[in-house]
């Protein structure tokens, strides 16, 4: 029997590491799933801040061009203001 007992207890022993191994690989799959949910959180949470980004970046483009016709119309009443300003000094 003591001769058993040496192949049991490796045999305990082996079954232990192969054991924690086990749960060691079981948890780094957790991790890696975790980590992989998380990143394409984050790549789902980008796509919409630039979907986003975008649709701000096409409104602020319409309201420069809005901008640029009102300074247009601007200019364009600046110069005949001072047309008539300089019909008036004739008179």
């Known amino acids: 029997m003591r001769k058993k007992a040496p192949h049991k207890l490796l045999s305990l022993s082996l079954l232990i590491v192969i054991g924690w191994f086990g749960n060691a690989a079981s948890a780094d799959s957790g991790v890696y799933d975790n980590l992989d ?3 394409q959180a984050l790549l789902n949470q980008r ?9 701000i970046s096409q409104r602020i483009s319409q309201l420069q061009r809005q901008l640029d016709s009102v300074n247009a119309y601007m200019r364009d009443t600046d110069n005949a203001i001072r047309d008539v300003d300089s019909a008036l000094k004739r008179y």
């Open 37 to 39: 949910r998380s990143r």
């Open 47 to 55: 796509a919409h801040l630039q979907q986003s980004a975008d649709q």
